[in-house]
Each structure stands twice: as C-alpha cells, then as structure tokens.
C-alpha cells in the first residue's frame, strides 16, 4: 500500500535549520511529485512548494525561496525538505503529499506530518 | 499568491446539507478547473475529497460533490452524518507550477 513515512518531531532555535524526510513505498517514486505542505498552530494549510524526484527539478512558492530547498535520494525513495533561519513564525506541521505526474494537480497521499517547534 | 478564501465555518444537523464556498481569482479557481478538496481531521493526515473540481476518488462517499461558478468552488456535503465533523480545505493549481489552498473551514454537525 502508498505510505509517505515522515521524520519525527523537531525542536529548533530561531536561526537555525530543520531537514524533514519523507520516506516513500508502495508506488513508483519517480512517477509522482513530492510537495511540501504546512499548517502553522492556529492556521490553514500552506503550500511550500515540490520537487519531481525524477529529475531532481524543484519549484517553491515565493514566500519561501532562499529559504527552502527539498531535495530527493531515488536509491531508497525518499524526499527531504530543508528549511532555514527558522523563526518562531515555522512552527508548524510540515507534509509531504504526492501528485501524480502529467495533468494531475490533487494530492492524493499525505505523510502523518511532523512537528517542527522554533524556540529558544 | 494569496490564499483562497473560504468561510471560517459551518454547521448543520444531521441529515441536512451544507456547502462551503472557496473564492479564488482570475488566476487560479477562475482559470483552471482544478480544484480539490481536503477533509482534515485533528493529528491525522489531510484526506482528498473531490478532485478537478467534481471527481470522487475511490471510496470518498458520494455525499460530497463539488462544483464551480467563477471564481468560485463550492464544497456539499449532502445527508450530514456526526463524522463528517472536520476542516475542510479546498487548494487550486495558480499557474507557473503552483498551488494554493484557503484558510480552512470548520464543519460542525450539530
């Protein structure tokens, strides 16, 4: 069956960075994009951005470039998102979720989440 | 891009109906008909509902459906049953390789 196994929770000081893996199986990896997908405490659901592990392409949403890089390790099917100079203000859950590739754009497998908490 | 914008909630009683709007722009709800629907349950993973706007995925009971006018799409939840408590979240593709999804909107069955 699809499983998106996600790192355990994480804790952080302002500044610092935080890489979460997303350990895929049950599917073609390089058939599907990784996206990265948060909620902060309080919040809705923030897209991050993607990376289509087959050829290592990534795409973030403005807000985090510079800031954020996600990258992929085919051998063992799994997908990490890096995010740097925390603030307390990336508190928050973070998820991977696949998309088909070609004309697909719905995310129909998401990881259990991990906790990422800045503090100091 | 901004997020979309959806009611911050919902009730109804059991076995009524209810629909929650999802308001985007030209760019994105309004020029693609992709659309999709989360349900999300406190601590769980976030679960597809409806996709490219209508479309059910194996297993998602047909009391969801989904539509769109606009820059608009809306969620209903037909026959509301106590689990069908939860937030619902819609997301559209916006071009350029990118996504976005609204606020969320808490549904409760009263």
């Known amino acids: ?120 | 891009q901004s997020a979309l914008t959806q009611p911050a909630s919902v009730s109804g009683s059991l076995r009524q109906s209810i629909t929650i709007s999802c308001t985007g722009t030209s760019s994105d709800v309004g020029s693609y008909n992709l659309v999709s629907w989360y349900q999300h349950r406190p601590g769980k993973a976030p679960k597809l509902i409806i996709y490219e706007g209508n479309k059910r995925p194996s297993g998602v009971s047909n009391r969801f459906s989904g539509s769109k006018s606009g820059n608009t799409a809306s969620l209903t939840i037909s026959g509301l049953q106590a689990e069908d408590e939860a937030d619902y979240y819609c997301c559209s593709y916006a071009g350029r390789n990118n996504w976005v999804f609204g606020g969320g909107t808490e549904l409760t069955v009263l």
Request: glycine share 10%; hydrophobic share 30%.
């Open chain 1, 1 to 120: 069956q699809v499983q998106l196994v996600q790192s355990g929770a994480e804790v952080q000081k302002p500044g610092a960075s935080v890489k979460v893996s997303c350990k895929t199986s049950g599917y073609t990896f390089t058939d599907f994009y990784t996206h990265w997908v948060r909620q902060a405490p309080g919040q809705g659901l923030e897209w991050i951005g993607w990376i289509n592990p087959n050829s290592g392409d990534t795409n973030y949403e403005q807000k985090f470039q510079g800031r954020v890089t996600m990258t992929r390790d085919t051998s063992i099917t799994a997908a990490y998102m890096e995010l740097k100079w925390l603030t307390s203000e990336d508190t928050a859950v973070y998820y991977c979720a696949r998309v088909k590739g070609g004309n697909n754009y719905h995310f129909d497998y998401w990881g259990q989440g991990t906790l990422v908490t800045i503090s100091s």
